[in-house]
């Protein structure tokens, strides 16, 4: 089983739309969670922490199920800017151990 | 502004040539980081450092090298002994916290 596993889309959406990523993860030491946004070319850049059951920001919103062992980004209300790739990362139990999803494609469509 | 620069952010190399990638960050941060991105795979860690003057493999150093002579920098060489070098190399540093800061990238490609 891969340490960090996404869902492997891509997603193709129209505006407006309500979208949903899922995220699972072996390392059940892990502590926090973060979920990135990274655009075509682009460095990725933190979208979202994620430290006990979840955070909200806006539009999105993350949750933590450690029981299952599984992280989710929601994204309401799409907009054609959120189209992009989305990369779940766990962090281990030791200091540096950041493991990466793929990612995941998201294309929002007018 | 505080942030990471890296440089170059286009490099072409020719088989058997050493290449070094500059990051420079004026974050304060302690931990810094640097990843190889191909197409359509995630990010790999190749080393990284949590203090000066100190660093440590990550899953796929063989081929690289760094030094962390001061807090700010963190340079990496990509050697003649890295077999398949043309990627998307990413340097990050960190907060305490785990939250990753990247610089803008360096493409590298083998001609």
């Known amino acids: 089983r891969k340490e960090v596993e996404q869902d492997p889309g891509p997603f193709n959406v129209p505006e407006g739309a309500t979208v949903a990523f899922n995220c699972t993860y072996s390392?059940?030491?892990?502590?926090?969670f973060f979920w990135y946004r990274q655009d075509c070319r682009k460095e990725p850049k933190l979208l979202m922490s994620v430290y006990s059951s979840g955070n909200e920001d806006g539009r999105f919103t993350a949750q933590l199920n450690r029981a299952s062992q599984y992280i989710s980004l929601l994204i309401r209300d799409s907009k054609l800017s959120d189209s992009a790739t989305y990369l779940c990362?766990?962090?281990?139990?030791?200091?540096?151990?950041?493991?990466f999803g793929k990612g995941t494609l998201l294309t929002v469509n007018p | 502004d505080g942030g990471i620069t890296q440089s170059p952010k286009y490099l072409f190399r020719k088989e058997g040539q050493n290449v070094t990638l500059s990051c420079e960050q004026n974050l304060n941060h302690d931990a810094m980081y640097w990843y190889r991105q191909d197409p359509g795979q995630g990010l790999r860690l190749i080393y990284y450092s949590q203090i000066v003057n100190d660093f440590q493999k990550g899953d796929i150093a063989e081929g690289y090298s760094v030094s962390r002579e001061k807090k700010e920098s963190f340079p990496l060489t990509v050697t003649s002994a890295q077999k398949n070098p043309t990627a998307f190399y990413l340097c990050?540093?960190?907060?305490?916290?785990?939250?990753?800061?990247f610089g803008e990238g360096s493409r590298l490609t083998v001609l």
């Open positions: 990362v766990a962090l281990g139990g030791s200091n540096y151990k950041l493991t």
């Open positions: 990050a540093s960190s907060t305490n916290t785990g939250e990753l800061f």
């Open positions: 390392n059940s030491a892990s502590q926090s």
